[in-house]
């Protein structure tokens, strides 16, 4: 089956991604520096906690078809879902990483005379990036189950396209082969995902060994 539907597997798994890179990529671009500037005050941190216990273990799942039927285009509203789903875990993981870089270190940095920018930069980004991977493979991981829960649903409203709506339109027509192929395909991208964030980590990282 995976071989037989190869043409159209691929053309879904292609449409899927996009969505992911888009989604993902605005969550990264607006979460990771939102993160480090909250964390990097005080006052701030204190104030989004208590914002990110409430808001954080949401799940987007629920808001899905409401973003489907404000927003204009089934794209724009799949992008919205992977940014929501993404921004929570990659903002509450740079703010925590912030946090957690020993006083000393920025000490030792400010007797050198570095400005905040370049101490941001040079010290305080590299000792928090420990905590910023782990968001980014949760986040990721958790983007990609809520891409396909947009297709799932967008799939019933006229949406022909992506994963999601392969394995639904599989589903409604009693094909399970294909269903399974499918799913198999979600499986191995999400081991795939899980593979090259690991492989991008251990990279960042390598001063930790």
């Known amino acids: 089956m995976l071989i037989t539907e190869r043409h159209e597997m691929y053309r879904s798994i292609w449409h ?11 969550a990264l671009a607006v979460a990771v520096p939102m993160g480090i500037f909250v964390g990097w005050h005080l006052r701030l941190f204190r104030a989004a906690q208590p914002v990110v216990k ?3 273990p949401l799940p987007p799942v629920v808001f899905i078809p409401y973003i489907i039927a404000l927003l204009p285009s089934f794209r724009m509203a799949a992008v919205t879902v992977v940014f929501i789903g ?7 993981n740079a703010m925590q990483g912030v946090r957690l870089v020993p006083v000393q270190h920025i ?14 930069r040079r010290v305080v980004l590299p ?12 986040a990721l991981v958790f983007a990609f189950v809520l891409m396909t829960s947009a297709e799932f649903i967008g799939a019933s409203g006229g949406i022909s396209a992506g994963l999601g709506y392969y394995v639904m339109y599989s589903d409604q027509i009693q094909d399970h082969r294909r269903m399974l192929a499918g799913i198999i395909v979600m499986g191995m991208l999400v081991a795939l995902i899980v593979f090259l964030v690991n492989r991008i980590e251990k990279r960042l990282l390598a001063w930790r060994e």
Do not use: I, Q
Request: hydrophobic share 65%; aromatic share 12%; with cysteine.
């Open 16 to 26: 899927s991604l996009a969505l992911l890179a888009w989604g993902f990529s605005l």
């Open 86 to 92: 993404a921004f929570w875990p990659l903002f509450a």
């Open 127 to 138: 000792a928090a990036m420990p905590s910023l991977c782990s968001g980014v493979s949760v």
């Open 107 to 120: 000490d030792v940095a400010r007797t050198l005379n570095l400005g905040t920018v370049a101490l941001l």
């Open 54 to 56: 409430v808001f954080g």
